[in-house]
C-alpha cells in the first residue's frame, strides 16, 4: 500500500483568523463609533490566550472590590467602569475568534 502526501489544506492544518470586531463604544459621539477593535489577522490561539489573561485580571478586581465592600471599605464607580470594559474587551476577543473560525467553515461548504 502506498501512502500518499495531501498537499491541501485539510481542516485541522487550517489556520484560523481572528477578525476585526470594535468595542468601546464612545459617549461622547452617539453614532455607534468605537475607541477600540481587534487586531484582525491575529491567530487564534493569542486572541483566546489574551481573553484568557483578561478573564483572570477581572476575577482578581471582582475579588479585590468584593473583599472591599465586606470589610467596609469603598468601592469608586470607576472601578465598576473598569470591570465593564475589561469584559467587553474579552467579549470582543471571544467574537473575534468566533468570526475568525466560522469563516473557514463557510467557505469550505462552498468549494
Known amino acids: 500500500m502506498k501512502s500518499e ?3 491541501r489544506s485539510t ?8 477578525k476585526a470586531v470594535e468595542f468601546g463604544e464612545t459617549p461622547i459621539a ?3 463609533e468605537y ?4 487586531v484582525p489577522s491575529m491567530q ?9 489573561t483578561l478573564s483572570l485580571g477581572l476575577s482578581q478586581i471582582c475579588e479585590d472590590m468584593r473583599q472591599s465592600i465586606n470589610y ?3 468601592v469608586h464607580c470607576d472601578g465598576m467602569a473598569l470591570l465593564g470594559f475589561v469584559a467587553e474587551a474579552i467579549h ?13 467553515d463557510q467557505q469550505g461548504a462552498r468549494q
Open 5 to 7: 502526501n495531501i498537499t
Open 11 to 18: 481542516p485541522a492544518q487550517a489556520t484560523l483568523i481572528t
Open 30 to 32: 452617539n453614532q455607534g
Open 35 to 38: 475607541l477600540f477593535q481587534t
Open 44 to 52: 487564534v490561539e493569542d486572541a483566546l490566550q489574551k481573553a484568557r
Open 72 to 74: 467596609g471599605g469603598l
Open 92 to 104: 470582543a476577543l471571544v467574537c473575534s475568534t468566533q468570526d475568525g473560525i466560522s469563516v473557514p
